[in-house]
């Protein structure tokens, strides 16, 4: 370890103290609403109540989590989790040039993905993160992936609806540039080996920080927030269609891109396995039924 750049970090560390618990704040928050929703969303008009299951984890180099899973009627399968954690930075965790361990990291997020049963409910996933090496940032954003060929397209009412969701939670901010943002989104959920695109994206940011920190935070408010809002409108929209075999198989067949991209290219998946998370927290993202 490089001392000056770990007196660096511990500095930053103190720094950042009350940064760090407001971001922990709001990610908790944001957590409770998300699973509030889709518990309500899964118990709406039955006895049968049906709620996330929790299992709260620590990592072996320093910090810890908790993850929330659901299998429902509506949802086929949900995970909803927090996570803080830090120590030693790992080869390869946030720079595939790092060729030595010379830093310390801390990093908590949330980390939200939503596989529904009905073929016309889109999966979606959003992420919101904070981390401090020798820097600190936010990254993250929300992406929606539809999984019938029909509606894999930028004029479907899905996507029209998320995409401006997500405008408007940028458009307060004038650092937060919602084009350049849903540019990043289309490249990074890029499939390269299948040439095509995960889904109908979103907004993606990384490394990201403008000059007042106070206003980051109210922009990743806004993010979630506004996903909450429009993927609960998304869900109750499409829920009640009637599908059969070749929607579901239409399902299974795109799902099976969403593995490939989590598992091969996925920055969020790659960070957790090297920084010894929780493994079933990490590879939660899957879904439960895929075909190829």
């Not at 992936?145 to 009412?157: A, E, F, G």
């Not at 907004?203 to 990201?208: A, S």
């Not at 799902?255 to 790659?270: A, I, Q, S, W």
């Amino acid at each position: 370890m490089n001392k000056t750049e770990n007196k660096t970090h511990t500095l930053l560390l103190e720094e950042t103290k009350k940064d760090r618990k407001k971001a922990q704040s709001i990610f908790k928050s944001l957590r409770d609403k998300i699973c509030n929703t889709i518990e309500e969303i899964e118990n709406y008009d039955t006895d049968k109540k049906i709620q996330f299951s929790i299992d709260s984890w620590n990592r072996k180099g320093g910090g810890g989590g908790e993850s929330r899973n659901l299998r429902g009627r509506v949802i086929e399968k949900a995970g909803v989790h927090l996570s803080t954690v830090f120590g030693e930075l790992p080869y390869g965790a946030l720079d595939e040039e790092k060729s030595t361990n010379t830093s310390e990291f801390w990093a908590s997020g949330i980390s939200v993905i939503v596989h529904p049963k009905n073929p016309f409910v889109p999966s979606v996933h959003m992420n919101l993160r904070m981390i401090v090496t020798n820097d600190f940032w936010f990254g993250g954003g929300a992406d929606l992936t539809p999984m019938l060929h029909s509606k894999r397209n930028s004029n479907d009412t899905d996507t029209i609806l998320f995409h401006e969701s997500m405008r408007k939670a940028c458009q307060e901010y004038p650092f937060a540039k919602y084009k350049e943002f849903k540019a990043n989104c289309d490249k990074y959920f890029f499939i390269k080996h299948r040439k095509e695109n995960r889904g109908t994206g979103g907004i993606f940011f990384d490394r990201f920080k403008s000059e007042q920190t106070s206003s980051d935070f109210l922009f990743l408010n806004d993010v979630g927030n506004n996903f909450i809002k429009t993927y609960k409108q998304i869900i109750l929209s499409n829920m009640s269609k009637e599908w059969n075999d070749n929607h579901r198989m239409e399902q299974l067949h795109y799902r099976g891109r969403y593995v490939e991209f989590n598992l091969m290219y996925d920055k969020g998946t790659l960070f957790g396995l090297k920084t010894g998370g929780n493994i079933d927290s990490i590879l939660s993202s899957l879904p439960p039924i895929v075909s190829w």
